[in-house]
């Protein structure tokens, strides 16, 4: 992802999603992706995983089932605190 476009859609108050790859096996296939959303000044990171039951035709990340039914969180994504994130040195 290029960062001028991250930085520009998250100042316009829009969300942004980057995939990370494949989770679980190959006999049941996962996926995750990581949600940064602006909010209030600072931002709010998710960390998905769902069940890849993904084709060629549905690919819609945000439509696929959480990975761990029995982990609420998983439904929703799991939300890592402000303050374990580490802004990149420059």
Sequence with gaps: MVETFLLGTLRRG???E???GPCGSTERP???HVEVRPKNGQFEIYLHT???IGSESFRDLG???PFDPDDEASE???QWPAESVVPPSR
């Design 14 to 16: 829009r969300s942004v």
């Design 18 to 20: 980057q995939f990370l």
């Design 30 to 32: 996962g996926v995750r």
């Design 50 to 52: 769902v069940e890849d």
């Design 63 to 65: 439509e696929f089932p």
């Design 76 to 78: 929703f994504g799991r």
